[in-house]
């Protein structure tokens, strides 16, 4: 009779037992670190794998004589500005914690919370661009949220030194993925323990903690103290009830999981069917039920079918057609101030009704208000200029932004005069709106270059009567383009595709 017995997971203590395992790595990150000049740059996201790297590189600084810590270790953190609130505020405050507990050690560990530039983050791009929310066919988010921010860092490093060495929490068992890019990244290593970096030229990865499993992770972590002063147990208690796959780690590259499935992501994240961290949190403590407006949003903009929201043009004004249908371009202008109505609303809600903690709670900060509306008003020609009329209605205070440079064409009334004189005609109405912008913008101008191909731009944009003629034109376009390939044109012809859009009429031959 056979018994199918239990198999063990390895664990990286099974050969040296657990001090000697810890004691080794320390001494092998000690050697590494005096090996040459080049700067460290330690990978944190605050998660378990990040804290045990960063708790390995901390005890072997403390454990060298003063005059030998000499180069500098960096921890860059990125904060996405939709990260999950619980784990934002975790974060940015163990960032201070560290950095006044190396100041006080002597240990030369500098933190650095990075953020996306203003014109790449979250809510910039989805209310003041339009952009509809992140799906795995335009994951638009990850690229500037996370990898660009630390990228931006971590060039920065390899400019001022000629190198750099990432220090990463990344482990095979993480997934079979990730341990075959680490196995074949080691097979490229041109020095011990160092791995090249794909994305980012003389940059070496140092992964002291690659062959620990998820229990020798957690293992490390509540039998060593943290050494800034931080709890782990605290740490412990974050996770419980979190998926399997644990943290959100650095992404350094488009191949590294971000977020998507991972215990701590944005809030915002329509990647996944839904965020199961947040839910946890709010289900298991009375405490996060503030957080139930922000899980109602972002149910929100996870819409299968969301063209309703959408403009059937795409952002530069053209119509594409896919099965011969169009293909939907950026939210409207009540699509997206729709999103931000919300948006400040639910702010608004957690300030009054939450916690003392969350009565400063900022999900979208001032700067990037700012720019949403310079988008609104100068990019897609809304002059009528209604970012201040929601913020004061959502809040409950006067917008505290500063005045417009731009002159605008019409004020508020009348645009809604234009509103309704074009009777509900949407397409009419922005077409309108963008030529009367356009000659203001032009009118104090000497000369006047641009003019008429602005002009010609706005009216191409515009002229349909609807999305159905849109697609009409857009279909006797495709034919007329088929049609000239076949044939061989006369150059003294009219453009076919003129034909079609109706720009260009033939000559009608009048009976004498």
Not at 14 to 36: H, I, K, N
Not at 486 to 499: E, G, I, S, V, Y
Request: glycine share 6%.
């Amino acid at each position: 009779m056979t018994r199918n017995l239990p198999i063990r997971v390895r664990s990286a203590f099974d050969d040296a037992g657990f001090a000697g395992t810890v004691e080794a790595l320390v001494s092998q990150t000690q050697q590494l670190y005096l090996a040459d000049g080049v700067p460290w740059v330690v990978g944190y996201s605050g998660g378990k794998d990040s804290t045990a790297v960063l708790q390995l590189v901390w005890l072997a600084l403390a454990g060298l004589p003063a005059d030998q810590r000499t180069k500098p270790v960096h921890v860059i953190s990125t904060d996405t500005l939709v990260e999950n609130p619980v784990v934002a505020s975790w974060v940015t405050h163990s960032l201070d914690v560290l950095g006044e507990a190396a100041q006080k050690q002597g240990l030369p560990i500098t933190p650095h919370r990075l953020t996306p530039a203003v014109a790449d983050t979250f809510w910039v791009n989805l209310i003041g661009r339009g952009y509809p929310a992140p799906r795995p066919k335009f994951r638009w988010c990850t690229e500037r949220l996370k990898i660009k921010p630390s990228n931006t860092f971590i060039r920065e490093m390899v400019r001022s030194h000629g190198e750099a060495i990432l220090v990463l929490g990344t482990r095979k068992a993480e997934s079979s993925g990730r341990s075959a890019r680490m196995t074949a990244l080691e097979s490229r290593r041109v020095r011990d323990l160092l791995s090249p970096n794909e994305a980012l030229p003389n940059c070496l990865v140092y992964s002291p903690v690659e062959n620990w499993s998820n229990d020798d992770v957690w293992t490390f972590l509540m039998q060593s103290q943290n050494p800034w002063g931080y709890s782990n147990k605290e740490l412990l208690t974050m996770y419980q009830g979190a998926s399997a796959d644990g943290e959100c780690p650095l992404v350094v590259d488009s191949s590294t999981p971000s977020c998507g499935d991972s215990r701590f992501g944005c809030w915002t994240c329509t990647l996944v069917d839904k965020d199961k961290s947040m839910s946890a949190m709010i289900q298991n403590d009375e405490e996060k039920e503030w957080m139930l407006p922000l899980l109602e949003l972002r149910n929100q903009l996870d819409v299968a079918d969301d063209k309703h929201l959408r403009d059937f043009r795409r952002m530069n004004g053209s119509v594409q057609l896919f099965k011969d249908r169009p293909i939907h371009g950026p939210y409207t202008q009540e699509s997206r101030e729709h999103w931000l109505r919300e948006l400040l609303t639910a702010q608004a809600w957690i300030r009054e009704n939450g916690p003392d903690y969350v009565r400063s709670l900022e999900l979208v900060t001032l700067e990037e208000l700012e720019e949403i509306r310079r988008m609104w008003v100068v990019d897609k020609h809304e002059f009528e200029d209604r970012l201040p009329e929601i913020y004061e209605a959502a809040i409950g205070s006067k917008y505290p932004g500063r005045p417009l440079d731009e002159h605008l064409p019409l004020g508020p009334d009348t645009v809604e005069v234009l509103r309704d004189i074009t009777g509900g005609d949407r397409l009419h109405f922005e077409l309108v709106r963008e030529l009367l912008d356009i000659e203001q913008r032009h009118r104090s101008q000497a000369r006047r270059a641009g003019l008429f191909e602005s002009l010609e731009k706005a009216l191409r944009r515009g002229f349909y009567d609807d999305e159905a003629d849109a697609t009409d034109r857009a279909h006797h376009r495709k034919a007329a383009l088929d049609r000239s390939q076949d044939d061989d044109p006369d150059p003294l012809d009219p453009n076919p595709l003129d034909l079609a859009d109706g720009y260009v009429r033939p000559v009608q031959e009048v009976a004498p």
